[in-house]
């Protein structure tokens, strides 16, 4: 795990919170594509496995979702962290397992295609309850979908991330 500041900024960023806010992004239905051409309908696929996969707590469906290679930026107040796939697997899985009643929205546009890469901006919104209270995330981030094996998967997120 590359990190940009301590574990202190990580859990501060991360604390009573689910990280697939931060990329909105897995499935439990499979996508299917024939071409290694990123298309408009591989992105919608991708938002709509990650909204299934989250509800459903799946991090071995999130996990196909999230390229190997990926990177994913946080930042919130003005600091910032970076997390490669591992990370962000095992502080999702930890957030599941601290929260209930878990909730997971994803919304995207301003979809750029250039060959085999996608470029989009994402809204997740996500609610849970932790220690009895609460708790709301809404993280806006640019993201890089790139296709693999058909399927279009995360391969770079910048997020911003806000509690409500």
Known sequence: MKKLLG????ALLVKGAS???????????????QA???TE????????AMKSSANNQSI????RLVSDDALISLSRKGKSTSLD?????????????DTSNYRYDISVDNVVITGDQ?????????????NGQPVSFVTTSRVTLTVSTGN???LRAVSQVAIN
Not at 85 to 97: F, G
Not at 118 to 130: F, Q, R, Y
């Open 152 to 154: 279009a998967v995360l």
């Open 118 to 130: 996608a470029k989009a901006n994402v809204i997740t919104n996500e609610s849970w309850i932790k």
């Open 41 to 48: 309908a591989l992105v919608q696929n991708y938002a709509s």
């Open 7 to 10: 574990n202190g900024l990580l």
């Open 85 to 97: 796939k591992d990370a962000y697997l095992r502080l999702l899985q930890n957030s599941w397992n």
């Open 60 to 63: 071995n469906q999130v996990a």
């Open 36 to 38: 290694a051409t990123m």
């Open 19 to 33: 990280i697939t806010a931060i990329v909105a992004v897995a499935s439990t239905t499979s996508i299917s594509a």
